[in-house]
């Protein structure tokens, strides 16, 4: 079945640092979401990438699709703690309605 | 507007009972999704309805669970013989169609004792 990897599955930053996780899908995706869940929280959608080589923007973050469709980043610039929390990609397949097959999540700590 | 709701937020049952778990989604979202979500891992898809007829319900994992959305609203999870296996959140989201931004409720945490 469909499998959504994301490294690295940690990542312990100082505020001010650079974070990025990656996210590869075992097959063609029709379109990737991006959501962010707090410690004790729920996932909170982020943003969603439907066209191969996408590039979108919010304030310091910065999501990007690759060109064959399989695997995404989200890259924060310059990190504050209110960036703390797990981020999971998750993928739709390609010809499929609406299956969102979550990533593993890479959990980002930031300290002062 | 109100968001996603579940009921209740918190089970905890004996091996071997039934148990119902409720989401209220947002009022005109046609589409509801079920997740489960264990500790340290993402969301794992159970099942979606379009409107009152579920569209695809691969992910449940055997036939104790079951779902339901009579009317198109709300929709209830239901967990027959729960074994330990079952502990995990039960995460509930809705979309105003069908492959957009998901809604997430808050979940309910199901202990099987």
């Known amino acids: 079945g469909q499998q959504v990897m994301q490294i690295p599955q940690y990542q312990h930053v100082q505020e001010g640092e650079d974070f990025t996780t990656y996210c590869n899908s075992s097959t063609t995706l029709s379109n990737i979401q991006w959501y962010k869940q707090r410690p004790g929280g729920h996932p909170v959608f982020l943003i969603q990438?439907?066209?191969?080589?996408e590039v979108k923007k919010q304030k310091r973050l910065t999501f990007q699709f690759g060109e064959a469709k399989k695997n995404s980043s989200l890259h924060i610039t310059a990190t504050q703690t209110t960036d703390v929390g797990t981020y999971f990609c998750a993928g739709m397949l390609a010809g499929t309605a609406s299956k969102l097959t979550f990533g593993t999540g890479t959990r980002l700590q930031v300290t002062l | 507007g109100a968001g996603v709701s579940q009921t209740p937020s918190n089970k905890v049952t004996e091996k071997g009972k039934y148990v119902e778990l409720r989401c209220d989604p947002i009022?005109?979202?046609?589409?509801l999704y079920w997740y489960r979500q264990s500790l340290g891992q993402g969301p794992e898809f159970l099942i979606y309805?379009?409107?009152?007829?579920?569209?695809?319900d691969s992910g449940l994992p055997n036939d104790r669970f079951f779902a339901v959305r009579p009317e198109g609203s709300v929709s209830t999870l239901k967990i027959q013989r729960t074994e330990r296996g079952d502990s995990a959140v039960y995460l509930c989201?809705?979309?105003?169609?069908?492959?957009?931004?998901?809604?997430f409720g808050p979940g309910t945490r199901l202990t099987v004792l």
């Open positions: 990438l439907v066209k191969s080589g």
């Open positions: 989201a809705s979309s105003l169609i069908l492959g957009v931004e998901q809604f």
């Open positions: 009022s005109g979202h046609t589409a």
């Open positions: 309805f379009q409107g009152t007829g579920a569209a695809d």
